[in-house]
């Protein structure tokens, strides 16, 4: 019967991050994966290109809240013991570069993340790991010292240690923490678009950089928006089903939170951020048609005037004070009711997973059992867009390794 220092169950970022670190150290690694190959979501993200990671979790007093939300403590110790991702990629033979705070492979193809993580082809010369693919495993439990794991087939995995790195807890993810005593917060979808009934005639409409926010249910009740908690910001884009672009995405966690406990969600969108009170109140001098005047692709702009019972030819300096309040409302904090979730399909990652409070932050062991780990997608954390999700994935894994 052999044994390893390492069982690593899952071949994702904070799997394969974990595998290298281990090697690298000394240790033996076994690493099973339920697909035929590695890495997936690596060679998907960001279009292929792969947005690795983001230089704003190395800058001086980086506020983790921002890009993490009620995670922030949580995610501190692994993100601020990583020095760099250049460091940790460098030595694999990938280097990074920067455009804007996004990092990206120099070649700017997740292959290129993937084989410095795996090698070509995946470990197959690698002295310390041992990698078995299209082997899920159904059963995990603590063998004396140490752990056994026992695949679909039937064959079973013996090692000191092991990480859970499944990604988003799927059914059998499920059954093993729940043998195991280990709560799942639900699950839901996070990075998705959001669905939206009467907007479908907007299809392919863009507007650059809008503010998105979730209105407070009391403030929604009476009819007012409530000062954001959590505002973001990024381009917008209407699909035949409703919103998407990087300001939605963001938001959709946090939405899709809330029309899961209470049936639906509101949220505000500031269409014109750029667009100042004063500047608006100019309007009302000139003879130019309203929907030539908003800064905005004059079908949305047409659509909006309509929201608020204006003409869209009808002259600016028409405007009632009252009309004029209602059209700016309409444009900086315009309203969208969410009563759908989106398909988990459509999801780049996942809200929810292993309860936060049953796993120690400063190792990510498990808190009921000696030497189990976990890192990734598979506990209750998810970031927002801009490679924050798989920096906490490779960093997860770097330090639940390091032991």
Not at 51 to 63: F, K, Q, Y
Not at 279 to 305: C, D, H, M, S, Y
Not at 380 to 387: E, H, I, M, R
């Amino acid at each position: 019967m052999s044994s390893s220092d390492w069982l690593i169950i899952g071949g994702g970022a904070a799997g394969l991050a974990a595998a290298r670190t281990a090697a690298a150290r000394g240790r033996t690694v076994t690493l099973l994966e339920a697909s035929a190959a590695a890495g997936k979501k690596i060679l998907a993200a960001g279009g292929g290109r792969c947005n690795i990671g983001n230089l704003a979790l190395t800058e001086r007093g980086v506020d983790y809240g921002k890009f993490y939300g009620a995670a922030k403590n949580f995610v501190k110790p692994a993100l601020s013991a990583l020095p760099s991702m250049r460091e940790f990629f460098q030595p694999l033979g990938a280097t990074l570069i920067a455009h804007g705070q996004r990092l990206y492979p120099a070649d700017e193809r997740g292959a290129t993340i993937l084989s410095a993580l795996t090698g070509t082809p995946p470990f197959v010369h690698h002295p310390q790991i041992t990698a078995h693919f299209l082997c899920p495993i159904v059963a995990l439990r603590q063998d004396g010292d140490g752990w056994q794991a026992v695949a679909g087939d039937g064959r079973r995995f013996f090692a000191a240690r092991v990480l859970l790195a499944t990604g988003g807890v799927n059914a059998a993810t499920r059954e093993i923490l729940q043998a195991l005593g280990y709560a799942v917060t639900p699950l839901l979808p996070a990075l998705a678009p959001l669905t939206v009934a009467g907007f479908g005639d907007l299809a392919g409409v863009s507007v650059p950089q809008v503010e998105a926010w979730r209105v407070a249910a009391s403030q929604s009740k009476i009819g007012r928006v409530a000062a954001p908690r959590r505002k973001f910001s990024g381009d917008l884009l209407f699909t035949h089903h409703g919103l998407s672009g990087p300001a939605i995405l963001d938001l959709s966690g946090e939405v899709a939170a809330e029309v899961a406990a209470q049936g639906q969600s509101e949220i505000a969108i500031n269409l014109a951020p750029a667009l100042t009170a004063a500047e608006f109140a100019a309007w009302r001098v000139g003879g130019q048609p309203l929907k030539n005047r908003l800064p905005l692709p004059e079908r949305l702009a047409v659509k909006i005037l309509r929201s608020v019972a204006l003409a869209p030819q009808q002259r600016a300096a028409e405007l009632t004070a009252a009309q004029s309040r209602s059209l700016w409302t309409a444009l900086t904090a315009h309203r969208f009711l969410l009563t759908q979730l989106t398909p988990m399909n459509q999801a780049m990652v996942t809200r929810g997973g292993v309860a936060l409070d049953e796993v120690e932050a400063k190792t990510l062991a498990g808190r009921r059992h000696k030497n189990l780990y976990f890192a990734g997608e598979i506990l209750d954390v998810d970031g927002v867009s801009g490679g924050f999700n798989l920096q906490w994935a490779i960093a997860g894994g770097r330090l639940v390794a390091s032991v």
